[in-house]
């Protein structure tokens, strides 16, 4: 396979060997390699049980790997920095997860890409847009740009109230 590029999500919310949250993602840099562009860390609040606030980051690479390739190897990375099985949407280490493809769509039993949330997470959009605000999301066509303003737009719409002057 020639080298493509990825683009790969970073999200952590617990203390390890390496430090805080902000610097296990900045170790996994390293470890992951081929690094083209790293968004700044954002600090996001959990999603689902978890109590932590997340550590988050984007980052793109280039690589010679498949997405299943790819995709082992993150998940090997992600178990050395102390990620074991466990609740969906709890504490975590190290999360890592392909965003998108230079190849476009990926799809097999194991792996989608693009992730499947990627347009409904601006823990996700918010760094990619940054370090990719031209990407185009092969399912929609729309760019990390776009799909960022979209999603904060729809998250800053007001409340509605009722027209007759009652409350809301």
Do not use: Q
């Not at 790997?65 to 190290?94: H, Q, V, Y």
């Amino acid at each position: 396979m020639s080298t493509t590029t990825y683009a790969i999500g970073l999200g952590g919310n617990r203390r390890t060997r390496y430090g805080d949250p902000a610097a296990t993602l900045a170790a996994a840099l390293d470890a992951i390699g081929g690094i083209m562009a790293v968004s700044r860390i954002r600090s996001t609040a959990p999603l689902g049980p978890s109590i932590r606030r997340f550590a988050n980051a984007a980052v793109l690479i280039a690589t010679d790997e498949s997405p299943p390739e790819l995709l082992a190897r993150l998940k090997r990375i992600e178990r050395r920095f102390g990620r074991r099985p466990g609740r969906r949407w709890g504490a975590r280490a190290l999360d890592l997860d392909i965003l998108l493809w230079s190849g476009g769509i990926w799809a097999d039993p194991g792996l989608r890409v693009p992730h499947a949330a990627l347009p409904m997470r601006a823990f996700v959009l918010a760094p990619l847009a940054e370090i990719a605000p031209e990407w185009r999301d092969p399912t929609s066509g729309l760019t990390m740009r776009h799909l960022s303003a979209r999603l904060t737009a729809r998250h800053r719409r007001p409340r509605a109230r009722c027209i007759d002057g009652g409350g809301p």
